[in-house]
């Protein structure tokens, strides 16, 4: 593994777009992009041969609630435990600077459950469901 390093922040928009594009992660137009990302709390990136193949994202409002984001890699680099350390990089990130009262949620696709599960993610249905609506 010492061949990925794991890099504190925010993607470049070129490699937002490519990296959620080839995770098979819904495409965001250039100004989406453009706009959002600025607006990261806490981002990192896994780079091999000097190409960004990786990353994830905090969002919020940087007190009472955080949302984790953007985990995709790309696929000839799944399998090799990048997606675990993306995740535990945020969280470890989020407990030494979200204050303890702060709720920290996520959307789990498939089986990505399981290694959210690992840090402390839970299911929070019937109290709570997830919700979501695309606009246009």
Known sequence: ???????????SVKDYRRLRRVAGLSEKSLAAA???????????????????????????DGGTAFQIVDIALEPNHQGRGLGKRIVAALVDH???????SAYVSLIADGDAQYLYAKYGFA???PESIGMGMRVG
């Open 1 to 11: 593994m010492s061949d990925y390093e794991l890099i504190s922040g925010t993607p």
């Open 34 to 60: 453009e706009a959002g990302l600025p607006n990261t709390w806490y981002a990192v990136t896994i780079r091999h041969e000097g190409k960004t193949i990786g990353m994830g994202r905090v969002i919020g």
């Open 94 to 100: 989020l407990r030494a600077h979200a204050p303890a």
């Open 123 to 125: 299911p929070v249905m």
